[in-house]
């Protein structure tokens, strides 16, 4: 079994994402989409201004959104855009996320009796592997 589950860290909750989940996925999923798209296609001006990576990371704590621009080169933008805006709204909405340590992803899958465990950061947070005997 191969996982990239969301890793706990200090940086997501100084981010405003938390807030706005907390909000949001409160919301009939309408009003929630035309809200994150609202946020996006505010924030996106932001993103274009330029690629540096600390501005970049500055903008991931003022604005709760996903953006894609890199991740794809030969995506035409406007896919771009609807991919970015889609996961946003994925991203601030669900209630099923839930963020784990590397440690807790690993004792998980040895309470569960799987071996050859390798429990990593990366991904969206933590990888793991693993295999039922």
């Not at 855009?81 to 690993?106: A, G």
Request: charged letters at 30%; hydrophobic letters at 40%.
């Amino acid at each position: 079994m191969i996982i990239d589950h969301y890793g706990k860290s200090i940086s997501w909750y100084m981010r405003t994402a938390p807030i706005a989940r907390a909000i949001l996925k409160r919301m009939p999923h309408e009003k929630a989409l035309y809200v994150s798209k609202t946020i996006y296609k505010i924030a996106k001006p932001f993103y274009l201004k330029s690629s540096n990576r600390i501005y970049r990371k500055v903008l991931n704590i003022i604005f709760p959104i996903v953006y894609f621009d890199q991740e794809i080169p030969e995506l035409p933008d406007e896919f771009k855009d609807e991919w970015s805006m889609l996961d946003t709204f994925d991203s601030l909405t669900d209630w099923f996320k839930h963020r784990r340590s590397v440690n807790q992803i690993y004792r998980e899958l040895d309470r569960l009796g799987f071996i050859d465990i390798t429990c990593f950061a990366g991904g969206n947070g933590v990888v793991a592997r693993a295999r039922k005997p």
